[in-house]
């Protein structure tokens, strides 16, 4: 069985956002055709959600862009929001992650509808064996979510057409690392 695991596709990763993507936008569409299209084959399909409260030195009033950030995805702001081209899709869960420190892997979120319970654990729970990972940003979460599958002992497919890097060649050298780790890339 294989899941769609969709990464922080929020405002503030898309144009227009704190820390915007350029190809933030083009991707939400582009992940929204594929949560729609029924010969996809899915068994299950999950987002995550960057999740800030008071995430200490992942904040930053002179970010260096790799370990510290503008202030984003705050609870409560827009930003935070899915981005409106998949906000009405009937996710199965949401995971949220990164409320108290910096946390790149949707793997270290909770879910929504239940704080006791970890994508890993939801996953196994349904029989889920395969993921595809897509999202924002390539070069953090994405990458960050991909190499936790891998360790969890998941196959994993990213869709690069379908995810949205930092930086062009951050995001390549990102799609390096993952191949080498075992990923697949691309369907
Ligand atoms: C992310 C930077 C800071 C991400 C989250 O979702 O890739 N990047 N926080
Ligand atoms: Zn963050």
């Known amino acids: 069985m294989r899941a769609l695991v969709v990464v922080d596709v929020q405002n503030d990763f898309c144009p227009g956002g704190a820390l915007a993507t350029e190809r933030g936008d083009m991707v ?6 594929l949560i729609r299209d029924p010969a996809a084959g899915y068994g299950a399909i999950v987002a995550t959600q960057d999740w800030h409260i008071d995430p200490g030195e992942h904040f930053s009033g002179s970010p260096d862009f790799v370990d510290s950030w503008p202030i984003h995805c705050v609870v ?18 949401i995971f949220r992650k990164g409320e108290y420190s910096a946390a790149y892997s949707g793997f270290e979120g909770h ?17 889920v064996t395969d993921v595809d990972v897509v999202g ?3 070069d953090h979460c994405v990458k960050a979510t991909v190499l936790d599958a891998l360790r969890e ?15 062009v060649d951050t995001g390549e050298q990102a799609l390096r690392e993952m191949e080498s780790a075992g990923a697949r890339v691309g369907r």
């Open 136 to 138: 924002i940003a390539t």
């Open 28 to 33: 939400a569409e582009g992940i929204a055709d």
């Open 76 to 93: 409560g702001t827009g930003g935070a929001e899915l981005h409106p081209a998949i906000k009405d899709e009937a996710f199965d869960e």
């Open 111 to 127: 879910a929504a509808g239940d704080e006791t319970v970890t994508m890993t654990t939801w996953l196994r729970f349904r029989h």
């Open 153 to 167: 002992g998941f196959g994993v497919r990213v869709l690069p057409e379908l995810c949205s890097p930092v930086t």
